[in-house]
């Protein structure tokens, strides 16, 4: 496997395509090149905390192993919960004019992650879970609420209508410029 800066053509059509400016995510993203039955892919690689990427493009939606959590320390006594690296993406481009956050980043990569994930989430002050709208993620916020209602908090209802909050943005945010802050404070 071999990664590089983004700069194939169609994957920045395809962050285009999922608003997604590119400068966002060259931050978190890499360009990688792996075979597949024999035929090169190009696809945008999300690295987790053990090596392994999670890899998409247009046609393409997998992983390469070792699978795990993507931990992002910015030193923040909150942390924000994404299921995926899109959804931790959308978050990052709608408050790209916020400077740098002062929160800390959990991208499970997995609901799988969850549960596994529970005491590095409770290590802070505040867990605000951004999950898709979703059985599954539904699920996992009803489960860490019953964890604790206090420290949780589920935010997935600022994208109601929607599966996630990359859905929100790609559909909701056309007549919005990137980078202008939404309506709500995340």
């Known amino acids: 496997m071999d990664s590089r800066v983004l700069a194939d053509k169609s994957l920045l059509d395809y962050l285009h395509k999922r608003n997604i400016p590119q400068d966002i995510a060259s931050r978190s993203c890499r360009e990688v090149d792996f075979l597949l039955y024999g035929k090169k892919q190009t696809v945008i690689g999300f690295q987790n905390n053990a090596g392994g ?6 046609n393409f939606k997998g992983s390469s192993s070792p699978k795990d959590i993507t931990f992002i320390n910015n030193g923040g006594k909150s942390l924000a919960v994404f299921e995926g690296f899109f959804n931790y993406l959308s978050y990052r481009t709608m408050n790209q004019k916020a400077g740098e956050p002062l929160t800390n980043f959990l ?5 799988s992650f969850f549960q596994k994930s529970r005491n590095l989430m409770e290590n802070h002050d505040q867990v605000n879970l951004y999950l898709d709208r979703d059985k599954a993620g539904i699920n996992c916020i009803q489960e860490a609420l019953q964890w604790n209602q206090y ?3 589920d935010r997935s ?13 790609v559909n909701k945010q056309p007549d919005i410029k990137q980078g202008q ?3 709500r404070s995340f």
């Open 107 to 111: 991208v499970l990569n997995s609901l």
């Open 53 to 58: 990427y999670e890899l998409r493009s247009l």
């Open 181 to 183: 802050k939404i309506g």
């Open 157 to 169: 209802h600022l994208y109601s209508n929607h599966k996630d909050l990359n859905d929100w943005l």
């Open 151 to 153: 420290l949780y908090k």
